[in-house]
Nanobody
């Protein structure tokens, strides 16, 4: 069983930065850890993912060069550093644990956190 708890969301202005954290528990070495976001009326969209064992990172085109994902093996925490935030980045951000073979596909995720709200004012 994997448990995930997100934190770090908030209200910022366009151009600001935020760091999201996902505290994970359970056996994680066989999973990808991903960040997805969901805006009102939309589906849950891939943002970034990292495989726990290798550290290989994946990014959506819309966030490449602005967001950075990282994992801390000691604390089993996954971070999403978000820089140069835009109003279109506003959403509820979810941390998930899922299939290492499809880290960008929401359908491959088995466990989710409760989500953390990110609001970006223009």
């Amino acid at each position: 069983q994997v448990q995930l708890v997100e934190s770090g969301g908030g209200l910022v202005q366009a151009g600001d930065s935020l760091r999201l954290s996902c505290a994970a528990s359970g056996r994680l070495t066989s999973y990808s850890m991903g960040w997805f976001r969901q805006a009102p009326g939309e589906g849950r969209m891939f943002v970034s993912a990292i495989t726990w064992s290798s550290g290989r990172a994946y990014y959506a085109n819309s966030v490449k060069g602005r967001f950075t994902i990282a994992r801390d093996n000691t604390t089993t925490t996954v971070y999403l550093q978000m820089n140069s935030l835009k109003p279109e980045d506003a959403a509820v951000y979810y941390c998930g644990a899922g299939n290492i073979y499809s880290p960008t596909d929401v359908r491959g995720y088995y466990y989710w956190g409760q989500g953390t709200q990110v609001t970006v004012s223009s």
